[in-house]
């Protein structure tokens, strides 16, 4: 294990100064993402146009810099993209943290795709990775309307 | 015994952890077991197994025996007045479950309170919750100041004609404050309140006394004092054990079965529901026989000395707050570093060996109190050392660096 991997500059640097934080004039989609082992709780702000694109996405909460990190980045990523672009590309991420060694959705250019690879560090804390799923299924929650609070409990299971 | 050579007893303490020493600093969550207790769990199962309290062999006879032994140990250690007086358990958890139903099932009503404290467990706080669920309880809880100490004048303005048990904790797991628990039920008896004692975090590391404190029930978690897992105390006062029903029903707890009626074991039976985690009670006694052969005043005197030596060092480091400064503080420190969350705490001082935990602790009403949504915790047992502490020091330093503070 490598605490270098796990806290690369990027991350530590998103945990400190997350993007796109706060709630977002006139959304229309939002979850509530709870990790019951910390406590931690996100709240995801998404407004989806007519045409079905994320015109805004945001979020309020706290937790740790993993966490801050993996929500900050995500709303970087997904942010612009059509519905069903920003489905592939969380269902790509959980992927990528659960087994595969890399991202292999075509909706990301290789920037985005390195960006999104610093949160890989994470694979071999396995007490950790909820921390960077939390927001990624509480914006699945949240796109598609599901309305539930996510509980990473049940998430991950 | 040299307090000194306490560690080598436990044989975890030779293994790497992340290729280093490893620094034990989770007690409060669960204690590690010393090679006595190790070595009675293995020989028991080797060489004495068997069911308890049925069967008339030999083997069963000794294992009860056995069994029994265990009980006269725990009552000393409490100083309860019988050995009928103590249950074994499942859990502390399981302990406070039994009170709260076989106690609420006759004596609590609709807008009858139960009165805790902000300091809680959730263990001590949900299963009364269940009577609030079921009969319409109210729950009220005593505040604590910033310093983690409960308010005793507002305790006593808490109580009413309608509180009907105080159930309270014997020592914070989060703060550390140990509890004015005779102070407390001296309160209780003037209005003939029964007091429940969470003595969880307690009972390895201060003096209990029972008869003393006066109490009417008393929650103990083996694992913590040194124990297997799988095995809690609960003492309660004879009369409520006579007077309560029993809380799960099955084989060893009844007198005699007919189609029509049945009839309850005597005490402690009544209370003992199927087969009991023997061979764990069995070597729970040789967790009692290790806490003895130190002496409570020295496990009392060693830890005192290495939460002092631990809050003087780590209130020395930049950007570390300590959570609560209360009067009276046992081994839990629970702190905060600004900027660096509690589970990045730990995962960093993890790759140096050193063992804390992260989270609310199972105390959310406690935190909501003291505005945290987490912190990390460095809970001391009787083998941490001066080095030990050092070597936390070291690793929160560290997190300091790798965040650049």
């Known amino acids: 294990m490598d605490l270098k991997e796990l806290y690369q500059d990027i991350i530590l640097e998103h945990g400190k100064s997350p993007r796109n934080f706060g709630k977002c004039e006139g959304y229309n989609r939002h979850a509530n993402g709870h990790n019951p082992l910390c406590g931690d709780h996100v709240k995801i702000y998404v407004k989806l146009n007519e045409e079905k694109k994320v015109e805004n996405l945001t979020f309020e909460g706290s937790g740790c810099a993993i966490s801050i990190a993996s929500t900050s980045i995500m709303t970087e990523l997904v942010k612009g993209k059509s519905f069903v672009s920003a489905q592939k590309i969380i269902s790509d991420f959980l992927n990528m943290i659960k087994s595969s060694s890399e991202m292999q959705s075509t909706e990301l250019n290789e920037d985005q795709k390195t960006k999104i690879m610093s949160l890989s560090g994470v694979k071999q804390y396995p007490m950790r990775v909820k921390c960077a799923t939390l927001a990624w299924h509480t914006l699945t929650s949240a796109i598609e309307k599901k309305g539930e609070k996510v509980n990473t409990e049940v998430s991950d299971k | ?405």
Request: hydrophobic content about 40%; overall charge neutral.
């Open chain 2, 1 to 405: 015994m040299n307090i000194d050579n306490i560690k080598s007893q436990f044989p975890i303490f030779s293994k790497k952890i992340n290729g280093k020493k490893l620094v034990y600093l989770d007690s409060a969550n669960s204690a590690q077991k010393p090679i006595a207790v190790i070595k009675r769990l293995d020989d028991f199962y080797k060489n004495e197994f068997s069911n308890i309290g049925r069967s008339i062999h030999s083997l069963a006879v000794n294992a009860t025996n056995k069994f029994d032994e265990t009980r006269e140990l725990v009552k000393d250690f409490i100083n309860a007045d019988s050995k009928e007086e103590v249950i074994f358990t499942k859990n502390a958890t399981e302990s406070i479950n039994l009170v709260a139903s076989s106690f609420g099932k006759h004596n609590i009503k609709k807008g009858d309170e139960i009165l805790i404290t902000e300091l809680e467990h959730h263990s001590n706080y949900v299963p009364w919750h269940y009577l609030r669920e079921s009969k319409g309880a109210i729950i009220k809880f005593a505040p604590i100041n910033e310093d983690g100490d409960i308010i005793i004048e507002e305790f006593k303005k808490l109580i009413s004609n309608k509180t009907k048990i105080i159930a309270i904790t014997h020592l914070s797991n989060v703060t550390g404050t140990i509890v004015p628990i005779k102070e407390i039920v001296e309160i209780a008896r003037k209005k003939n309140i029964p007091v429940l004692v969470d003595g969880c975090q307690s009972a390895p590391h201060i003096k209990i006394d029972v008869k003393d404190l006066d109490c009417d029930f008393y929650a103990i978690s083996c694992h913590k004092v040194y124990g297997p897992t799988g095995v809690g105390v609960l003492y309660a006062k004879k009369k409520w054990l006579e007077e309560l029903p029993p809380y799960v029903g099955g084989g060893g707890m009844i007198s005699e079965v007919n189609k029509n009626t049945i009839t309850y074991a005597p005490l402690p039976e009544k209370y003992e529901a199927g087969t009991m985690p023997t061979a764990e009670v069995v070597a729970f006694s040789q967790s009692i026989k290790f806490m003895n052969s130190i002496g409570i005043d020295n496990i009392v005197n060693h830890e005192k000395e290495i939460t002092n030596y631990a809050l003087d060092k780590m209130k020395k480091i930049n950007a570390v707050n300590i959570v609560g400064n209360p009067k009276n503080k046992a081994g839990v420190i629970s702190f905060t570093i600004k900027g660096v969350h509690p589970h990045d705490i730990s995962t960093i001082v993890d790759e140096e060996g050193v063992a804390i935990r992260a989270g609310h602790h199972c105390c959310q009403i406690l935190h909501q109190k003291l505005g945290l949504l987490a912190t990390a915790r460095a809970s001391i047992g009787v083998y941490n050392t001066k080095e030990d502490i050092d070597m936390l020091c070291h690793s929160i330093e560290k997190c300091r660096k790798v965040f650049d503070l």
